[in-house]
């Protein structure tokens, strides 16, 4: 199983903080998101924590928080922050490590770098978050076409919500991708609904990762 897989998603609001959670009760991974921009009383990391097993144990800090709810780099102006992504310490574990990443692909992190600019520098095996709506094929495939000219390792995707089985072929005979999991939307999150879309999808994670 590689040490280090990034979740990055096509889009921003895609369900990459729940995949993140779902994937992590899976596969036994520990949690990072390097970079939060606001709502810091109710962050990314403390939702994951909440959500899957001896949470606090291994969800890790964030690298960089920031307080507006902005883009990072917009963020880190207001907050006077300067975020270098080739200076993050990371965590320490001896479990793999889901790194979650903010935003799209080419969503920025400072004034001079982007999410696959992270990826990019340090080689992440990445797990591409993806949701069927009016306009995901597009924006599926050019997320897909920015890592591969990166050279970006793409471990396959993860669909979050509901099937669209047209959309769904059209990717995997496109790309030549496997779709390797599908989570279902989640009215009412808690561990033990975690707990159950993990149990479906492990076996299927495993496969691959």
Not at 18 to 41: C, F, H, M, R, T
Not at 45 to 54: A, E, G, P, R
Not at 156 to 185: C, K, M, W
Not at 194 to 206: G, T
């Amino acid at each position: 199983m590689n040490k280090n897989i990034a979740i990055a998603g096509i889009h921003t609001d895609i369900g990459k903080t729940i995949a993140s959670a779902v994937i992590a009760e899976a596969i036994g991974a520990d949690y990072w998101k390097p970079i939060q921009a606001g709502n810091l009383d109710q962050s990314d990391t403390i939702n994951v924590s909440s959500l899957i097993s001896n949470g606090s144990q291994r969800v890790h800090k964030e690298a960089v928080r920031l307080t507006q709810p902005l883009s990072p780099h917009a963020a880190a102006a207001i907050d006077g922050v300067n975020i270098d992504h080739t200076l993050f310490k990371w965590p320490v574990t001896n479990k793999p490590l889901l790194v979650e990443t903010a935003g799209g692909l080419l969503s920025p992190i400072s004034a001079s770098s982007t999410v696959a600019d992270l990826l990019q520098y340090y080689k992440l095996p990445t797990l591409l978050i993806s949701k069927n709506y009016l306009g995901s094929i597009n924006h599926t495939l050019l997320s897909i076409e920015v890592m591969k000219a990166r050279h970006i390792p793409i471990l396959g995707l993860i669909i979050n919500g509901d099937s669209n089985v047209q959309s769904e072929q059209f990717i995997e005979t496109y790309t030549q991708l496997p779709i390797i999991a599908r989570i279902p939307h989640v009215p009412q999150l808690s561990q033990e609904a975690i707990s159950i879309c993990a149990a479906s999808i492990k076996q299927a994670l495993l496969q691959y990762l």
